[in-house]
């Protein structure tokens, strides 16, 4: 099971180049969000295409995320496939 280190990165909403308002930022470095249990599609910004969800659905990769791996995976997979189609 790949954890997650808490660092907040996934939460940076590029359109308004700030964090998430339900993240919260410790002292430590380490990040929480408020509404963690509940946060799957709440709505994160005016623009109704912005909610919340899984590290997994987005594209990005975040150096140092453990979830990249899963990222790369599915990208990789994906192409196979495309060449596949492509090739047949």
Request: net charge positive; proline share 2%.
């Amino acid at each position: 099971m790949i954890k997650c280190l808490n660092c907040g990165k996934c939460c940076f909403i590029k359109e308004i180049n700030k964090y998430c308002k339900y993240l919260i930022r410790l002292k430590s470095g380490k990040t929480f969000c408020r509404i963690y249990n509940n946060r799957i599609k709440t709505k994160i910004h005016s623009n109704p295409d912005k909610y919340c969800g899984m590290r997994e659905w987005q594209t990005d990769i975040i150096d140092g995320c453990p979830y990249n791996e899963v990222l790369n995976n599915e990208n990789n997979e994906n192409k196979r496939k495309s060449e596949e189609i492509k090739n047949f």
